[in-house]
């Protein structure tokens, strides 16, 4: 095993810390490493793998298409983007689709649009436009999104920064009116914030928000690229508050754990600002990657997958609660929506990071993120036993941490927080 981390640590960028597990193999939701030990994912590639690993329709579906032709550009007309864009519009509900690869780009790509659609339709003088953005956001790590980002690591040493961004405490209408000038033209934010520690908006701030940008004339621009595609037990988490989006941003998820797909979908009102020339990606849209992306779609309506992790999200937030209440005082919260779940760690007796450790030492893969949570977001296959074991093995994990605290008598009785439904 040694040898693959070292390996990666010589010739490889210092810009990751992996937890020390070297993925070797992987069916469904188990990975096996190159000694032969079997994990429970409970990560699936921050929801890239929300279909499992290596589905077996995926799979054959990428099989077949590589046989015809995988990549072309969009110079020219293939047989799977138009029926790939068809059912993601009738998914999402929107006319028009502009698929390009990572979630990043499909940011960028929003970030176009909104400052375009600024221009050209809301008639703000070009340069001048503002979008406003969450305090805490993660849209990504390219250096226009890193310059908005409120996280002053993600932003060290990587100037100049992009101008044109006005920060809102999230969920917060006042402080998105307070940040509000005559040249905004989109609110860009995620309905549940990941990286920031699964961070669920109070209830009714979208269905405001969404009154609100429509009355001032503002798109309101929905980063769902972890978010979307049934990670939080509906097709899309704006359906929480029967709202809809003006641009919504789709990736992970939509490369069904196979490829790299993201896609900004909105109607033609607001994409056809986008002319020939003004936005193209050689790799957006390949016929390989809309072959793969149009099956995922098809496996997580047939085979109910949406549904899923609505039932089993509550499963396992209850089932984490009933943790947090017999490892006291360790963990401070259980939040989150469908099978999308941060468990807060009191920073005064663990870390994050020690715990994540602790529960790949026995077979359980999940992420730290901010030195306090762990995230747990299982592939949306996942059956409730195997949802059952990963959650017994972190008991295990934190009744061991909470009972050396209690020995050592490092512990301070704090009343539990208050849990996000």
């Known amino acids: 095993m040694n040898e693959y981390i070292e390996r990666e640590a010589k010739y490889g960028a210092r810009n990751y810390a992996p937890v020390h597990v070297v993925v070797d193999h992987a069916k469904d ?115 226009t999104i890193v310059s908005f980002s409120s996280e002053d690591s993600y932003r060290d040493g990587f100037g100049p920064l992009a101008t044109g961004f006005r920060h809102f405490d999230y969920g917060d209408m006042d402080s998105i009116r307070a940040a509000t000038t005559a040249n905004t033209c989109a609110v860009l934010l995620e309905p549940i914030q990941g990286e920031a520690g699964v961070l669920v908006p109070p209830a009714g701030f979208f269905k405001e928000l969404r009154e609100w940008c429509t ?68 790799f957006g849209g390949n016929a390989l990657a809309a072959a793969v992306a149009l099956e995922g779609l098809k496996v997580l309506e047939e085979e109910k997958l949406v549904e899923r992790s609505a039932e089993l999200g509550e499963h396992l937030i209850e089932r984490l609660r009933d943790v947090q209440v017999e490892a006291r005082p360790l963990i401070r919260d259980v939040r989150g929506r469908g099978l999308w779940v941060g468990v807060d760690i009191d920073p005064r007796y663990a870390t994050a990071r020690e715990l994540v450790e602790a529960l790949a030492a026995n077979g359980v893969l999940s992420k730290e993120t901010h030195e306090t949570v762990i995230r747990f977001a299982p592939p949306l296959t996942i059956t409730r036993e195997m949802i059952d074991r990963a959650v017994d093995i972190f008991r295990k994990v934190a009744m061991e941490k909470a009972a050396t605290l209690r020995r050592e008598g490092n512990t301070k009785e704090v009343p539990l927080a208050a849990v996000v439904d």
Request: proline residues 3%.
């Open 29 to 143: 939701c188990l990975v096996w490493d190159v000694d032969g030990r079997e994990y429970i994912d409970m990560m699936s590639a921050y929801s890239a793998v929300s279909h499992g690993h290596l589905h077996p329709r995926i799979v054959a579906a990428a099989h077949r298409q590589l046989a015809k032709v995988a990549v072309t550009s969009r110079a020219y007309f293939g047989t799977t983007l138009g029926p790939f864009l068809e059912k993601l519009s009738q998914v999402t509900g929107f006319e028009r689709a502009l698929p390009m690869n990572t979630g990043a780009e499909a940011v960028e790509t929003a970030i176009k649009l909104a400052r375009r659609w600024g221009n050209r339709v809301k008639g703000v003088f070009d340069g001048k436009q503002e979008i406003l953005v969450a305090r805490g956001n993660f849209h990504g790590r390219t250096s």
């Open 215 to 282: 009355a001032n004339d503002i798109l309101l621009v929905d980063d769902e690229v972890q978010a979307g595609l049934g990670r939080t037990g509906k097709w899309f988490a704006f359906e929480h508050e029967g709202i809809r989006p003006d641009v919504l941003i789709l990736g992970k998820a939509l490369g069904a754990g196979v490829l790299p797909v993201s896609a900004v979908c909105a109607d033609a009102k607001v994409m056809d600002v986008f002319t020939p020339n003004s936005h193209g990606s050689t």
